[in-house]
């Protein structure tokens, strides 16, 4: 009997454990779309203190800083006719969140400029490279 018992405590966890996997997976595709839906009206609109808005600021100082905004200005300037949100787990660099995905921007020459994303309070925001 305590065989049977285990054994239907086991199926339960399991059960639980897939049910709290798909919500997570739920929440992160809301999230997902959240966030790609705010950087393409940023990238439309060419709205350079909306795109900065989504980057976490933590760790990063002034001459960092500065860098961040010429890059991310320099991406507004060309003519962007692609975003994509891409899972991106080996970001080779110490940045200020744990990078999980990458932003894609392609332009219409088809040159692709990439930013690291991490998670900061279950939102995404841009990461910065920070050593």
């Known amino acids: 009997m305590k065989r049977v018992v ?11 454990l897939l049910t709290f996997a798909n919500a997570t997976r739920a929440a992160s595709t809301a999230e997902d779309a959240r966030f790609m839906t705010e950087v393409k009206k940023v990238t ?3 709205d350079l203190q909306g795109l900065l808005a989504m980057v976490c600021w933590d760790q990063v100082d002034a001459k960092t800083r500065k860098m961040v905004e010429g890059h991310l200005k320099d991406v507004l300037k060309a003519p962007v006719k692609d975003v994509a949100l891409e899972d991106y787990a080996d970001f080779p660099f110490k940045a200020n969140l744990k990078v999980i995905k990458r932003l894609r921007f392609v332009a219409n020459d088809n040159e692709s400029s990439f930013v690291p994303v991490g998670e900061k309070a279950e939102k995404l925001m841009i990461a910065v490279t920070v050593e």
């Open 6 to 16: 285990t054994l239907g405590a086991a199926v339960a966890t399991v059960v639980c």
């Open 44 to 46: 439309q609109k060419k």
